[in-house]
């Protein structure tokens, strides 16, 4: 959201539109499936974002997870979830800025 508001020309952001958390790595390689208020959480694509991402599209995934969840229970979903991470996530082939740019970015050449 910031790169939205920074390219409409703000150089700002106002307090309701960020929320600063203490999040390690390790939190991206967990599942939860509810909060502690025991509402629907849905961290149920787990990967080390340190080797992987995940696939363009997973919301029907996590829609799957949910059902199964409330269905057949915490253990069946958790073994759905680890039985399939093609469902949800890929290796990471890009690993530098720099990688990424030659991806994304033409070429710039000189007239």
Excluded at 12 to 25: A, N
Excluded at 53 to 64: G, N
Excluded at 100 to 110: K, N, Q, S, Y
Aim: with cysteine.
């Amino acid at each position: 959201m910031g790169g939205v508001i920074h390219l409409a020309g703000r150089d700002f952001l106002h307090d309701d539109e960020y929320h600063i958390s203490d999040w390690r790595y390790s939190n991206y390689n967990r599942i939860k499936f509810l909060r502690d208020n025991g509402e629907w959480q849905g961290w149920v694509t787990p990967f080390d974002v340190k080797k992987e991402v995940r696939i363009e599209d997973f919301l029907d995934f996590k829609r799957q997870i949910k059902e199964i969840y409330y269905r057949f229970g915490e253990g069946a979903a958790a073994a759905c979830i680890l039985q399939n991470p093609a469902m949800y996530k890929k290796e990471k082939r890009l690993h530098t800025v720099h990688e990424l740019a030659g991806v994304t970015i033409p070429e710039l050449r000189c007239c």
